[in-house]
């Protein structure tokens, strides 16, 4: 019995996240993020890390276009694999509407998914 139970709390936990999306923008702009028709962040902020499971996800994103101060709805598909976090950036040019850009995917089990401030170091030259 305690063995039926032991077995039943390791495969819970073997249901736990093991993907992850992060959306990044400018901090001059704040964006709010939609994923799937469900709203995620309710503060406006520049960076929002989801844990989720793999699978394809529909993307909508509020963002502030920077440059003329209208809010705009950005919307992208993407396919999330097991294991990884998908890092994707708000890419704003003037004139032009925003759009999403996948940037590169990081282990879910490394230090890049632990401390967002690791995404924006740059080699030193």
Known sequence: MLFILLIALLSNSANAYISGI?????????????????????????????????????????????YDKEWYLVRKDIRVEKGYEFYYKLVFVRGKRPRIEAVKRYPVYSRYFLNPALYNRHPIS
Not at 22 to 27: F, G, M
Not at 61 to 66: A, S
């Open 22 to 66: 992060a959306i990044q923008t400018d901090k001059r702009s704040t964006i709010q993020v939609y994923i799937n028709g469900r709203f995620f962040n309710k503060q406006p902020g520049n960076f929002v890390r989801i844990p989720s499971k793999p699978g394809i996800f529909h993307i909508q994103v509020k963002v502030v276009n920077p």
